[in-house]
């Protein structure tokens, strides 16, 4: 029976790649790839001759049987396009179904970009909160990024060149002014580190146009700042009333409240539904 090993691979550099990543990749029966192409140049830097197999989001469900029955007659490396499979990649379904079927899981651990950005950033990491993506959408982001706004850990989310600024627009809007690294392209050649605070760094990326892939450190509210002064029950009110004219339904405008109102949010949804109630 054989043991499926989460392998992380380089980010960037090839020479941040562990001994014990090359021989897993070189001993398994059977990788399984986010992208083929990717990997195979990966293997062919290292002369490596492993059998591989796509793995990755729209084929993920469809190719368990196939792996897990690789598992059955020895050992399965997966492995995303870089980093650590299984954060922000295809995975845990994989994990999970070897897991109920009796095989071993075990990571090779290794490059991780979140990881990495976080301890360069110069923001505390003794507590941190990391969120992957942010939502393309405007309202969806800014829900996401209004359920953190209280919380005093580090922030980290990733975020693509296209909607770099405005996220980082929303960002502000939501979190006020904070402090905030903002990596790209580390361990390789143009490996890049902005420091600042979030107005800083709009201002910053509208003169530089954003390129590669970024991952965002932002420091958590102050522990003096924490404490959010609960609102009147009537200007709770007052804000749900409004919320149906910008088109919010309750569960978004519970979320969206819940971090500025010092009230739970199922507390806020229930008042919401009975105010759409009443407007209906």
Not at 37 to 62: G, Q
Not at 236 to 259: F, H, I, V
Request: hydrophobic share 40%; charged share 20%.
């Amino acid at each position: 029976m054989g043991t499926l090993y989460l392998v992380a691979t380089p980010i960037g550099n090839l020479e941040d790649i562990s001994p014990r990543a090359l021989r897993i990749l070189g001993e398994a029966r059977l990788i399984a790839a986010e992208d083929t192409r990717v990997t195979r140049k990966l293997l062919a830097h290292f002369d490596i001759h492993t059998p591989l197999t796509s793995y990755y989001e729209h084929n993920k469900l469809s190719k368990l049987k196939t792996i897990l029955d690789a598992l059955a007659g020895g050992d399965v490396a997966l492995v995303s396009d870089a980093g650590t499979p299984a954060l922000n990649d295809p995975g845990y379904e994989l994990v999970r179904a070897a897991l109920e079927a009796g095989y071993n899981v075990s990571p090779v651990p290794g490059p991780s970009a979140p990881v990495a950005a976080l301890t360069a950033s110069g923001l505390p990491t003794d507590a941190f909160l990391y969120l992957g993506y942010l939502p393309r959408k405007i309202s969806e982001r800014r829900a996401l990024v209004g359920q953190v706004v209280n919380l005093s850990y580090t922030l980290i989310f990733l975020e693509a060149p296209h909607r770099l600024l405005d996220s980082l627009a929303d960002l502000q809007a939501v979190l006020g002014e904070r402090p905030i690294a903002i990596a790209r392209e580390l361990t390789k050649l143009h490996e890049q580190i902005w420091r600042g605070t979030l107005s800083e760094a709009c201002e910053y990326f509208t003169r530089h146009e954003p390129r590669g892939e970024f991952t965002l450190v932002i420091g958590g509210k102050e522990p003096a700042l924490c404490a959010v002064a609960r609102w009147s029950e009537e200007h709770l009110m007052s804000a749900l009333l409004a919320g149906p004219e910008a088109g919010e339904s309750p569960s978004k405008l519970a979320t969206r409240l819940a971090g500025e109102s010092g009230w739970s949010r199922r507390e806020i949804y229930k008042l919401a539904t009975l105010v759409k109630s009443r407007l209906s």
